[in-house]
């Protein structure tokens, strides 16, 4: 009698991970985005990464506490996540009155309203991004050039991405070799001297922000690998059919959200599948479906809608690649 077995459902195994330590991981893992972004923007991208946290934060804390009448959880780091993430997708140079509506439409349309954190089928930050190029183009699309941590918030110089100049001038007729010319070089777009929103400029940085999501095991490689691979595969493919249309692989992904998307936002736990194999056809179809809207469509960047779009398909994914259950017979026997 004084050795009870005490009988009580799962899990029966525990470890100390918690909500709060994986957001705060991934808060750690953009800091090196982060500080390259203030470096080359200066001042408007500390003050749009302070409007965007702050709104979010805001934001959560009075629907929680006034709609939905919850303790507010504001505490546990998704919030936070959200409004940086938000940010590293805007131009440095936004106004506030626009980042304070994105703030609201991620957090309040693309969170809160399907229940809060463990309930969006859509990546908040990426929902607030997409309303904002959808409402306010030219505000999106108007890329401060990089001129250093002096650079002013209100009066950066704009001028057009690599990827803009590019699809651009391909499609007035001109040679991708005089395209390529007025591009930064390789190394440049790799270290993020080159116009764009503030998290997709410095691929080493994210690079190293991927190590440390590895390093303590808050995402695998899996999507990130894939939707690289995929990316490389195919714009490699056309790059050798025609070198003189279609820009080389490295290009593409040194260029634009691919680097900001793959590791920060793909990954994202409730918008991506369970299983190995999921996030394989998950990763593969962020692949695809980015190569085709900036190699065909109208929009020089499409790792946004591309992420949103196989969102949708996650529920599928999830049903119909499962992983085998523990026990169960194999081939009958």
Known sequence: MNRLI???PSPHVYEDTTVKRLMFDVVIAMLPALAMSIYFFGMGAIIVTLVAVVSCLMFEWLIQKFLLKQEPTITDGSALVTGILLAFNVPSNLPIGIIIL???VAIGVGK????GLGNNPFNPALVGRVFLLISFPVKMTSWPVPGGFNTGYADAVTGATPLAIVKEGLGKGDQLSDLMAQVPSHMELFYGHMGGSMGEIA???ILLGFAYLLFRKVITWHIPVSILLTIALFTGIMWMVNPQTNADPLFHLLT?????GAVFMATDYVTSPMTIKGMWIFGIGIGVLTVLIRVFGAYPEGVSFAILIMNAFVPLINAYVKP???GEANNGK
């Open 102 to 104: 994105g703030s609201l």
């Open 324 to 326: 085998k259950r523990f």
């Open 203 to 205: 691929a080493v940085a």
């Open 112 to 115: 809160m309203s399907f229940g």
């Open 6 to 8: 005490t009988v009580s």
């Open 256 to 260: 634009g959200g691919v680097m900001l």
